[in-house]
């Protein structure tokens, strides 16, 4: 069984990337939509690197917030309710300097008023580079 509002597809994700947000900016991309989950990517370089040459750790929260925040707009009524980030708490685990991280989104807690996410991001090599758990506050529109 879906945790989804309605039969969303990935289609409909990717109709936002043709918005201009910071996620479309660095180049993060949906790639898969379960019915309990949500994953995307992000590409590990000039613009998501630090002056390390590693993947900017504000970078790996865009990935992630966007991915729980979409998340949770999935499973609200988008005609009366929004669905915001309100805390993101990530620890990096393991530099990555190339190539594309993957992010996968999946509910910790479904309440009313308030989503809570964990989000788990993987190298190209399936190493644990990052996990974030991030709050997501459901308001009125």
Known sequence: ?????????????????????????LGMEFTELGSDFLKGT??????????HGILHGGATCVL?????????????NPETQRA????????HLRPVSSGLVTGICRPIHI?????????????EENK???RTELT????EK
């Open 64 to 76: 992630t917030e966007t991915l729980g925040s979409v998340a949770s707009l999935l499973i609200v």
């Open 42 to 51: 992000l590409p590990v370089n000039d613009k998501t690197r630090q002056i």
């Open 111 to 123: 309440g009313r008023s308030k989503h809570v996410w964990d989000i788990q991001v993987f190298s």
């Open 84 to 91: 915001v980030g309100s805390v993101i708490h990530t620890n």
């Open 1 to 25: 069984m879906s945790i989804w509002f309605k039969s969303y597809t990935l289609e409909d994700l990717l109709k936002e990337r043709e918005k201009p947000t910071l996620a479309t900016f």
């Open 128 to 130: 644990l580079v990052a």
């Open 136 to 139: 997501c506050a459901v308001i």
